[in-house]
């Protein structure tokens, strides 16, 4: 039994993997991952695209589900089961609990690929579709040739990412799609299936799937908006529709290439809505990704709210802050109305003197030195804001993790490097990772707070938005409420069970949000989608200015219900943070305090 469980462990890790994940600023937050594209490119983005079909003219005939061969990490506890000659039955799907305010009679079907080299991709697309799905409504998530037939019928609406060229689809699924009037969103490969099965597809629905377009088209306009697509994406091709019946179907999304042609990027008959790319790859700020997460929303409930509010987050406030820009942030907010939250970690370390001369430097926030910061935290809560939890230390131990070991510059919760080619790459949790050590940690910091008289937090942060399954975990048990982006690694999730699965750290991924979601940690997420101001390049990242996180935040107008939501550290100019104050609220969006959206 060993023998042959080393040897699918080595048939497992042969497979396409990733490289390590993604640079951040000196001062922020990371851009999640720095993924291989599958020709082998490093790229700057969230989830690689599946490698491109062999052909750009679609298939004839349908797969057998017989051939059908899924790519699952085994376990100790599976292994039994993959050797045993007969064939257990699937598991009961699991249902995911909404956001708050969602409403209680939604719930969504999310249908994922499952088989092939790049099966685990078909996993990670789901859980980012799940994420977004839960600001509306309840879901469950499973691969898609587990469908039975009738399934559809328990749920409001359903959702199909069609990830893997042709995907034996059951023929069940496709005969429910055709015959429900629900709404329905099918993203990418194996339409020509259901168009096969249909028979009378155009007919029936007013367009026609035709082949794979690989021609570099790298704005999607949606809603009079254009966003952006990277030229990563466009190796894996967009699969081209054509609108027979204009008074039937529509192109709701359109991208324009390099020639200035324009075609389909989505296109809508009634319920039934099709994306011919899968838009969580190669993921920016401005990405077509904002177009996917609003027809996503309509399949979760097509009559969402629709709601203009904003965030704003003052970020990494440790015992060394200055209190005096503290004071001033908090008297411009509150003479503006707004509400916002503090981002505090609790101990300030620099344990080899980087920035002290050689000398280390342990500040407590209950420290005597720090007293005048305390103070000036006690005034902005005064004044409108609301305290996190940032971590401990905002560091680990006394080695550069990546930078300098010290508070603020460096990850906690996750252990990082910077390559030779200027890099951060994310290697792995500590060493000493374990709900344990989590929990002290968070002890810590809580004590901290206590001691420092300030108000006990309900609300964390991950500094710099890493941290393993486990953490995760630890902090849903202590707080339920994060505010920051996620990160995620592939294999937590089998068959749509998440926790159910080893946690692959060499395929992580991340994710930012647009509204208040319910991610798989059963965690309430609070959004952060805008970034922040960030003066000069840092690990190949370039700068980002006011103007950049307001272009961003106009493209983001194109969400229903979205959130407008920045963070600003307080050593910048005030000057800036007014111009994004400002800038937001002329957009029509009002600033609202955390607890707010806590609440839906």
């Given at each position: 039994m060993h023998t042959v469980w080393l040897t699918a462990l080595a048939l497992f890790l042969a497979t396409p993997a990733l490289a390590g994940p993604a640079p951040h600023d000196s001062h922020g937050k990371p851009s999640i991952q720095l993924p291989l594209a599958p020709g082998g490119s490093i790229a700057d983005r969230t989830l690689p695209a599946p490698p491109a079909p062999s052909s750009?003219?679609?298939?004839?005939?349908?797969?057998?589900?017989?051939?059908?061969?899924?790519?699952?990490?085994?376990?100790?506890?599976?292994?039994?089961?993959?050797?045993?000659?007969?064939?257990?039955?699937?598991?009961?799907?699991?249902?995911?609990?909404?956001?708050?305010?969602?409403?209680?009679?939604?719930?969504?079907?999310?249908?994922?690929?499952?088989?092939?080299?790049?099966?685990?991709?078909?996993?990670?697309?789901?859980?980012?579709?799940?994420?977004?799905?839960?600001?509306?409504?309840?879901?469950?998530?499973?691969?898609?040739?587990?469908?039975?037939?009738?399934?559809?019928?328990?749920?409001?609406?359903?959702?199909?990412?069609?990830?893997t060229y042709d995907e034996p689809l059951p023929t069940a699924l496709l005969d429910d799609v055709l015959a429900t009037d629900k709404p329905v969103l099918w993203m990418n490969s194996n339409i020509w299936q259901l168009s096969q099965r249909a028979g009378d597809f155009g007919t029936r629905f007013g367009w026609m799937p035709l082949f794979y377009n690989f021609d570099e088209a790298l704005t999607v306009t949606y809603k009079g908006v254009d966003l952006t697509r990277s030229a990563l994406a466009v190796p894996s091709g967009l699969l081209q529709t054509s609108i027979l019946d204009p008074t039937m179907a529509e192109a709701v999304a359109t991208i324009t290439d390099s020639n200035g042609v324009t075609s389909p990027w989505a296109t809508r008959s009634g319920h039934f809505t099709y994306i011919g790319e899968i838009p969580f790859s190669y993921v920016g700020s401005d990405d077509r990704y904002l177009a996917a997460v609003d027809l996503i929303g309509q399949v979760a409930d097509p009559n969402m709210?629709?709601?203009?509010?904003?965030?704003?987050?003052?970020?990494?406030?440790?015992?060394?802050?200055?209190?005096?820009?503290?004071?001033?942030?908090?008297?411009?907010?509150?003479?503006?109305?707004?509400?916002?939250?503090?981002?505090?970690?609790?101990?300030?370390?620099?344990?080899?003197?980087?920035?002290?001369?050689?000398?280390?430097?342990?500040?407590?926030?209950?420290?005597?030195?720090?007293?005048?910061?305390?103070?000036?935290?006690?005034?902005?809560?005064?004044?409108?804001?609301?305290?996190?939890?940032?971590?401990?230390?905002?560091?680990?131990?006394?080695?550069?993790?990546?930078?300098?070991?010290?508070?603020?510059?460096?990850?906690?919760?996750?252990?990082?490097?910077i390559s030779a080619d200027d890099y951060v790459i994310y290697d792995a949790p500590p060493a000493e990772d374990s709900a344990a050590w989590t929990q002290l940690r968070i002890d810590a910091a809580f004590a901290e707070f206590a001691a420092s008289g300030l108000p006990t937090p309900t609300i964390f942060e991950f500094p710099h938005y890493a941290g393993s399954a486990i953490d995760y975990?630890?902090?849903?048990?202590?707080?339920?409420?994060?505010?920051?982006r996620a990160l995620y690694a592939a294999g937590w999730c089998p068959n749509g069970a998440c926790g159910s699965g080893t946690p692959d750290y060499t395929r992580i991924y991340g994710q930012f949000f647009p509204y208040t979601v319910r991610d798989i940690f059963g965690s309430i997420v609070l959004p952060e989608s805008l970034g922040n101001v960030e003066p000069v390049e840092v690990n190949h990242h370039p700068p980002r200015s006011v103007q950049d996180i307001l272009a961003s935040a106009q493209r983001n107008t194109v969400i229903k219900d979205n959130v407008q939501s920045f963070f600003f550290h307080p050593y910048l100019p005030l000057n800036q943070l007014k111009k994004l104050v400002q800038g937001i609220q002329g957009m029509g969006y009002e600033f609202v305090s955390p607890e707010t959206l806590k609440d839906g």
């Open positions: 750009a003219t679609l298939p004839t005939s349908r797969p057998s589900l017989d051939s059908a061969s899924r790519l699952q990490m085994p376990t100790p506890q599976t292994f039994a089961a993959l050797l045993s000659p007969s064939v257990l039955p699937a598991a009961v799907p699991t249902l995911f609990a909404a956001a708050p305010g969602a409403d209680a009679e939604r719930n969504t079907l999310i249908l994922y690929d499952s088989t092939g080299a790049w099966a685990w991709l078909g996993e990670a697309y789901a859980v980012q579709t799940g994420n977004l799905v839960s600001h509306a409504s309840r879901y469950t998530m499973h691969p898609a040739i587990d469908y039975v037939a009738g399934e559809m019928d328990g749920y409001t609406g359903m959702i199909y990412i069609g990830s709210p629709d709601r203009n509010r904003a965030l704003v987050r003052i970020e990494d406030v440790g015992p060394d802050a200055s209190p005096n820009r503290l004071r001033r942030i908090a008297d411009y907010l509150y003479s503006r109305g707004v509400p916002f939250s503090v981002a505090v970690y609790t101990h300030y370390l620099d344990p080899n003197g980087v920035y002290n001369d050689g000398v280390p430097v342990s500040q407590p926030m209950s420290a005597r030195q720090s007293r005048r910061v305390r103070a000036a935290l006690q005034y902005m809560v005064e004044r409108g804001g609301t305290l996190l939890m940032h971590g401990y230390t905002h560091q680990y131990q006394d080695i550069p993790n990546p930078y300098s070991g010290v508070s603020a510059d460096d990850f906690e919760f996750y252990r990082s490097h975990q630890v902090v849903q048990q202590n707080f339920g409420v994060r505010y920051d």
